[in-house]
């Protein structure tokens, strides 16, 4: 089982970018992707969710309206747009993987089984 992230980056405050999570290794469409986001000294923190199968989404309240989740079966992989960004979007991004329905609980780090290595972005005002 496999998940790579990658787009991260130095951005300035206001702009965007599209970080991407490439998944190997298990039955893509049988999971939830999440996007997490982990910044120095703090808890690792759920952002959003898609569930692979049929596009269905869930979006922590502080990043809806400026993330976006996609996802792209025939590549397997999941797209995370980020625009609007701030100082405190800055942090590493990791992407996991889980069987768990996306809504308020599939932004808890423990429903997942599988995660990535994490992609750094930082932003610059």
């Known amino acids: 089982v496999q998940l790579v992230e990658s787009g991260g980056g130095l951005v300035q405050t206001g702009g965007s970018l599209r970080l991407s999570c490439a998944a190997s290794?298990?039955?893509?469409?049988?999971?939830?992707i999440g996007w997490f986001r982990q910044a120095p000294g703090k808890e690792r923190e759920g952002l959003s969710c898609?569930?692979?199968?049929?596009?269905?989404?869930y979006y922590k309240d502080t990043v809806k309206g400026r993330f976006t989740v996609s996802k792209d079966n025939a590549k397997n992989t999941v797209y995370l747009q980020m625009d609007s960004l701030k100082a405190e979007d800055a942090a590493v991004y990791y992407c996991a993987a889980s069987r768990a329905w996306p809504g308020p609980t599939t932004l808890n780090r423990y429903e997942y089984e599988y995660w990535g290595h994490g992609t750094q972005v930082t932003v610059s005002s």
């Open positions: 898609i569930r692979t199968r049929d596009g269905i989404s």
């Open positions: 290794g298990f039955s893509f469409d049988e999971y939830t």
